[in-house]
């Protein structure tokens, strides 16, 4: 059968428009500058000094900013089009661009900021959002997004941002790049535009450890010298277990690393959710006032809630004249969270006030004489550009708990690349005492090397057990769930002896074991297996169901208690952990 003609010419078009749309959404990711500047220029040092005179600290090197600091000439567009109409040209630079240049760096342009230098994603509608260079179809993390980006595609050597909520420490650990929040109030923010006043802070993103130290060193003022080695270095367990990747793949590097460095006896572990109850008296009378006292809400958490509340209302306080006035188009889950402030009253932001002031007192007595506080970054992969994971009341959470520590003490922090987790970057962070900046700088210089080794040899040693014994001991395992479903209790425990001897890293193979245990009474291997499992996976739910039970036959109620307890806390829904959490307790609280 002929074709009509003017079919032909319909798909012949089609064909071309999706080949046009194609190649521009793939130059738009393959731009030159990956989206990174708004504004390109030229700031120049001055002339070197002569001879014998040294040269100048930072010479040789390039950087950015975000478009928050003001350079004389340029309008500040803080990264929405309405606030650079509205505003004139600034008439001087900020300091702290200035300092970098007089110490030798010249700055080569300004970079995007998310809207209103107000999220932690870095998408921008208005101007685009910048590519992560090293997974384009995630966010690259906000608010200083094109900075990260910047430093993370080899742009510049460094750049500069505005680190609020997370604005440096996200994009840094979202690009797989260093990225520096100093000790709040540090740094000076002259000529730089507020966001929130109390938790601004300048900071820097860099690639090479040592170039953040020189950075640092110039905008810090501070002669280099003898450095100090950490004293403790404390890991902080149960934010580590808000981790959407294996614990280990993070917590086990830093480990290792330290172990290497400074010794075992370094090392410290710490509940921060039980440190922060005692220490933050404020932050219960918080949480008794969002939940009226009917639900237990974890320190974290609530510090989520207070460094959300605190942001907005100094946010609004400082530019609700002008969004009342320009009326700009804004994002709309921005505009129901400014509408929200409306409603908070002089108390509420009070009690937030004494939290921060009650935090900065917590963490520096904690990181007393030289200690590091160990956090992950973020508890999430970068999320994918327009994914609802972002929107989600877990993602926003978990995110801002865990920025929040350093946000409200004033604490310096770094965050810390350690390689990839499904070609995603993933990082560390590490939080020194509020002042310990160049303490904090001089640590990571030293650690920096032995971190990417360690990540690099966990990662290697799984894929050599992976490659070698995980369809194996998978299958035995197989086998034994099989041999377990036909009430075969010993068969199925040889079939997960099996798989564990291929694989002992697999915290299933422990947990299927000891059910297969209780079958049969042995409750004090079921009970060793549990812990095996726990220790493999904090996030084991049934390891923990598994493990109260045996302990209940043990008559270890109180232990049984605890097991059971936790189970909620990772299924609040859980109906079996929730009536054997309450026969138990009654049982314990009878004398039993």
């Known amino acids: 059968m002929a074709s009509n003609p003017s079919n032909l010419w319909v798909l012949l078009g089609l064909g071309l428009a999706g080949i046009f749309l194609f190649t521009k959404k793939f130059k738009k990711v393959l ?44 309008v500040t567009g803080f990264g929405h089009p309405d606030w650079a109409k509205t505003h004139e040209a ?70 500069l941002g505005v680190d609020t909520v997370g604005g440096v420490r996200v994009p840094a650990g979202f690009c797989g790049i260093i990225g520096f929040r100093p000790s709040y109030g540090a740094i000076s923010k002259i000529g730089v535009l507020p966001v929130s006043a109390s938790l ?46 294996p614990i280990d793949r993070v917590s086990q590097v830093v480990v290792k690393s330290t172990e ?32 009226n006292g009917e639900v237990k809400t974890s320190s974290i958490r609530l510090l989520a809630n207070v460094i959300q509340l605190l942001h907005r209302y100094e946010f609004r306080s400082n530019h609700e004249e002008w969004i009342n006035t320009v009326k ?39 990181l007393k004489d030289d200690g590091i506080l160990v956090v992950p970054t973020t508890a999430y992969l970068p999320p994918k550009i327009g994914g609802k994971e972002i929107l989600s009341e877990e993602f926003q959470s978990s995110s801002f708990g865990l920025m929040s520590i350093a946000s409200l003490s004033g604490c310096c922090q770094v965050t810390v690349p350690l390689g990839y987790y499904n070609k995603c970057p993933i990082s560390v962070s590490l939080i020194a005492r509020h002042g310990s900046d160049r303490f904090l700088l001089d640590t990571v210089q030293t650690m920096y090397k032995t971190l990417q080794e360690q990540a690099e040899t966990y990662v ?14 998978e299958m035995a395992k197989e086998k034994g769930n099989q041999a377990f479903k036909e009430q075969k209790w010993q068969k199925a425990i040889s079939y997960y002896n099996e798989a564990i001897k291929l694989n002992d890293k697999n915290a299933t193979y422990f947990s299927n074991r000891a059910a297969a245990y209780l079958e049969l009474g042995s409750f004090q291997q079921a009970e060793a ?47 079996r952990a929730s009536v054997s959490a309450e026969r138990l307790r009654k049982v314990f609280s009878a004398g039993y």
């Open 90 to 159: 600034a008439s001087q630079t900020s300091a702290v661009v200035s300092t970098l240049v007089e110490g030798g760096a010249t700055c080569v342009g300004k970079t995007v900021v998310d809207e209103l230098a107000y999220s932690i994603t870095g998408e921008n509608k208005h101007y685009g959002t910048p590519t992560n260079p090293v997974e384009p179809a995630r966010v690259p993390g906000g608010s200083s997004s094109g900075a990260a980006v910047a430093v993370a595609a080899n742009l510049v050597d460094f750049s």
């Open 529 to 575: 297996d549990c812990s095996n499992a726990i220790n493999l996976d904090k996030k084991n739910v049934k390891a923990y169901l598994r493990r109260g039970t045996a302990r209940e036959m043990l008559g270890y109620y109180k232990g049984a208690i605890e097991d059971f307890k936790y189970a909620l806390v990772l299924e609040p829904t859980n109906k």
């Open 31 to 74: 731009r030159e500058d990956f989206g990174a500047f708004i504004l390109k220029l030229q700031l120049l040092p001055p002339p070197q000094p002569a001879p014998p005179k040294a040269p100048h600290p930072l010479t040789g090197l390039t950087f950015a900013v975000s478009d928050l600091f003001e350079i004389e000439g340029y």
């Open 328 to 366: 700009p188009i804004l994002e709309p889950n921005f505009s129901a969270q400014m509408n929200e402030i409306v409603d908070l009253s002089d108390a509420e932001i009070e009690l937030c006030k004494s939290i921060r002031e009650e935090m900065g007192s917590a963490i520096n007595s904690l």
């Open 460 to 473: 290697n040693s799984t894929w050599s057990n992976t490659d070698s014994g995980e369809n194996s001991a």
């Open 200 to 245: 601004d802070t300048v900071g820097w993103f860099a690639k090479d450890p040592n170039i953040l130290r020189r950075v640092g060193h110039v905008l810090l003022q501070s002669a280099f010298g003898g450095q100090r080695s950490p004293r403790q270095i404390i890991m902080a367990d149960d934010c580590f277990q808000s981790l959407k990747i």
């Open 260 to 291: 290497k460095h400074f010794g075992r006896q370094l090392l410290q572990h710490e509940i921060l959710d039980v440190y922060l109850n005692s220490k933050v008296p404020s932050l219960k009378e918080f949480g008794n006032k969002k939940t």
